[in-house]
């Protein structure tokens, strides 16, 4: 029984990383920032692996994303802890998030350049599709309780730690440079560099997230393999600041 549970957080922990990893270089570096642009067979397995393990709709995530780098902890922030309070940001995120993802003015509004594929339309954006998908080969695999099990605990990780990037990540940490959100090494390594989110916002079109010596960015080493093999091309070498460094 014990050995069973470790199993299903093992195998959980594992497909939340994969998550993260095709939601920091593909939904947030590459379509919501063009930050790097992957190749297309790159750009199939991530789409997949999105479509898989997190149900999401690449342009509704594009659009809430930029709406929120839009109007940063303004009043139009999809999902403002400064507006909030973090606590309710992290534990009503998914909410917050489809307020704008099911609203189809806002999508157009915010990501005209990311149309519906005929794929899109019958497959892939059909979310229960892919998620029933992933929790039926997990209950083939693993029994059917246990895959349940770990399917319900993948969701429920990957959602928190989704859910702390806007929440946690724009309320405690180092602020280094001018803007609201906050770098969290430790949530950096959870998220495949995600927590890192003050130097993100201030260099939003930089397809790495570290920035100063000693950081650690996941995302980016998987960029740089892919770059190794032709399979992605970095927008600029050196960083953009759109926000300065905060001077001692
Ligand atoms: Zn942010
Ligand atoms: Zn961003």
Redesign the pocket.
């Known amino acids: 029984m014990v050995t069973n549970i470790a199993l299903a957080i093992g195998v959980a922990f594992v497909l939340t990383q994969i998550a993260n990893v095709a939601t920091t270089v593909y939904l947030h570096r590459a379509l919501a920032h063009r930050a790097v642009t992957l190749s297309r067979p790159l750009t199939v397995i991530f789409r997949t692996i999105i479509w898989l393990l997190t149900g999401i709709r690449p342009r509704q995530w594009a659009a809430v994303h930029r709406k929120?780098h839009a109007f940063?902890d303004e009043d139009q922030d999809p999902h403002s802890p400064a507006r909030l309070g973090w606590v309710r940001v992290q534990l009503t995120n998914v909410a917050l998030y489809r307020r704008v993802a099911r609203d189809p003015e806002q999508v157009q509004k915010y990501a005209r350049d990311l149309p519906q594929t005929t794929l899109d339309r019958y497959v892939l954006d059909h979310a229960l599709l892919g998620l029933g998908t992933t929790t039926a080969i997990l209950m083939v695999l693993l029994g059917p309780w246990l895959g349940i099990i770990t399917a319900g605990l993948h969701f429920v990780l990957y959602l928190s730690l989704s859910a702390a990037v806007?929440a946690i990540a724009?309320t405690f940490g180092e602020r280094p440079y001018e803007n609201s959100?906050t770098n969290l090494q430790w949530l950096a390594f959870l998220t495949s560099g995600e927590g890192l989110?003050n130097n993100h916002?201030a260099a939003p079109t930089s397809a790495r997230f570290s920035l100063d010596p000693g950081q650690i960015d996941p995302g980016w080493w998987t960029i740089r393999a892919a770059q190794r093999i032709g399979w992605a091309t970095v927008r600029h070498d050196t960083p953009i600041l759109a926000t300065p460094r905060r001077t001692p």
Request: aromatic share 0%.
């Open positions: 929120h940063t806007n724009h959100a989110h916002h």
